[in-house]
């Protein structure tokens, strides 16, 4: 019911900065929490930051360099700072309504039902 594209991924060297954005459209809500997840090569696709209609989060690898933020219901970024080559990756946004209400955090892949095709995201060493 949520369709989203995400733009904004490149070539960066390391220690620089990329910030990446998400068009949701369809059934979506302010109410709904968005959020970013990324997937390398041989590894899973993990969460990497979230936010509700009043509070975000990150994962731990990149606390203090990211920053997640949102206009509405249908517009999400992520601004990246200080860069790592280990931040190579596609990264993937999502939004839907939490089981638990407005103030749920997603954690896995598995808490939403479908994708988009996501952005590339390499960083040079």
């Known amino acids: 019911q949520v369709q989203l594209v995400e733009s904004g991924g490149g070539l960066v060297q390391g220690g620089g900065s990329l910030r990446l954005s998400c068009a949701a459209s369809g059934r979506t809500s302010s109410a709904y929490t968005m959020a970013w997840f990324r997937q390398a090569p041989g590894k899973e696709r993990e969460f990497v930051a979230a936010?509700?209609?009043?509070?975000s989060y990150y994962a731990d690898f990149v606390k203090g360099r990211f920053i997640i933020s949102r206009e509405g219901a249908k517009n999400l970024y992520l601004q990246m700072n200080s860069l790592k080559p280990e931040d190579t990756a596609v990264y993937y946004c999502n939004a839907r309504r939490g089981p638990s209400g407005s103030n749920w955090i997603p954690r896995g892949k598995n808490d939403f039902e479908s994708w988009g095709q996501g952005t590339q995201v390499t960083v040079s060493s």
């Open positions: 936010i509700t209609w009043s509070n």
